[in-house]
């Protein structure tokens, strides 16, 4: 079939390089290749069981028919005790809506608020899909650089050098994917005093990787007063709870937000599954022991990966504060080969690695940091030993 019967919007739509780099080592597995897997953002625990036994009585009680579309008003209670407790914010469960993931609270935001031609502010580095969700939605992404030697987190006056008024949004992300970045409460209240002077732009705030910290309490920019009514929280249950596959993402917003997103909702997916949501509200308010038990091996993880790749000389690495990466800014290997290959780019780099040391990693370029590579640590102790180990070797084979 000619491609001539697809959309222009979805030609234009650039493909995850994660996703291809995580299938490329598939590949490499599938014949027979000992590939280690750096490349997805999933914790590799198991969901814990209380989470899961909560989801087994749902299905024995037969909870299988259609949800309501915003999310089940106990997970929205749930949710809402949740961001009282833990962050200070005071929403009403009709504020929340529950999706099928962050991503897919993030795109339905997106949708609902930004109009043709109107600019949605990033910082880079980036997640791989803020740029694509911006541009679907007919927004034009304007991109502000910061790197290795700020910790990859832009300036108050960077900030303000950005904002113009067809300014709609910023599109905030901390602790970052793919950095580990995480703003300080002083750096953030620098850059809510810019944006208290521009109350055309809304924030919307990915804080997805809010329970994986290493550097003291949560803060987000909901939580300075004069920037709530104009932010939109985006979190949810796949990484601090290790419950990746089962999709469950929420917003807190603005009650004129909230209502757009669950009318966008209403007509393209509906509820999200009634057993995930189930078992998130038990995710919500049990236990939270498990959450610092994995945030601690996170937290020893990265301290196993900065030991090893201290000695690799080239690596120019800022130590994460969060999440469950290393981004390390590889360009002096730029230029650089073993006789059969030479390394102009971050993504020749990740293809080295993979050929060369069988380690997938995923190229800066597809984080607006062509200079870095990012690696995931979340991989058990002796993977990511052998792992960076081989990296180390192969690197050195540069010349």
Not at 63 to 68: E, K, R, T, V
Not at 273 to 280: L, R, T, Y
Request: glycine letters at 6%; one cysteine or more; proline letters at 4%.
């Amino acid at each position: 079939m000619s491609t001539d019967v697809i959309s222009n919007r979805i030609k234009s739509l650039s493909e995850s390089q994660t996703i291809q780099m995580n299938q490329k080592s598939r590949e490499l597995q599938e014949s027979g290749v000992d590939v280690i897997n750096l490349t997805l953002g999933e914790p590799d625990f198991n969901t814990p069981e209380h989470i899961k036994n909560a989801a087994i009585q749902a299905i024995n009680d037969n909870l299988s028919h259609y949800p309501p579309v915003a999310g089940f008003p106990k997970l929205k209670q749930a949710i809402a005790e949740k961001l009282d407790k833990d962050n200070g914010l005071k929403y009403a469960p009709d504020q929340i809506v529950v999706s099928a993931g962050a991503k897919h609270s993030l795109a339905n935001v997106l949708q609902c608020v930004v109009n043709a031609g109107d600019e949605v502010i990033i910082p880079a580095p980036y997640w791989v899909s803020y740029i694509e969700l911006v541009k679907l939605a007919e927004g034009k992404p304007v991109i502000v650089e910061a790197g290795v030697d700020t910790k990859f987190k832009i300036t108050a006056q960077q900030l303000k050098d950005s904002i113009t008024p067809q300014t709609k949004a910023i599109l905030f992300n901390s602790p970052s994917n793919p950095t580990g970045s995480v703003y300080s409460y002083e750096e953030l209240k620098a850059l809510a005093e810019v944006l208290d002077k521009h109350p055309h732009v809304y924030i919307i705030s990915d804080e997805i990787y809010e329970k994986i910290n290493f550097v003291g309490k949560h803060v987000g920019l909901a939580e300075f007063d004069s920037l709530k009514e104009r932010t939109i929280v985006i979190n949810g249950a796949s990484k601090g709870y290790a419950m990746t596959g089962w999709r469950i993402g929420y917003i807190a917003a603005p009650l004129a937000i909230a209502k757009a997103v669950t009318k966008l909702q209403g007509q393209f997916t509906s509820g999200v599954c009634a057993i995930a949501q189930a078992a998130s509200i038990q995710a919500f308010v049990g236990d939270q022991e498990c959450v610092e038990d994995m945030r601690l091996a996170f937290n020893k993880r990265r301290d196993l990966v900065l030991d090893i790749v201290k000695d690799i000389d080239g690596f120019k690495v800022a130590v994460p504060d969060g999440a469950f990466y290393i981004f390390p800014d590889i360009s002096a290997y730029f230029g650089k080969g073993d006789g059969e290959v030479t390394i102009n780019s971050s993504m020749d780099m990740s293809m080295y690695l993979l050929e060369k040391a069988h380690v997938a990693s995923v190229p800066g370029s597809a984080f607006g940091s062509e200079n870095c590579v990012r690696f995931s640590y979340a991989a058990a102790d002796e993977l990511l030993v052998k792992a960076f180990n081989r990296v180390k070797d192969a690197l050195a084979r540069l010349q």
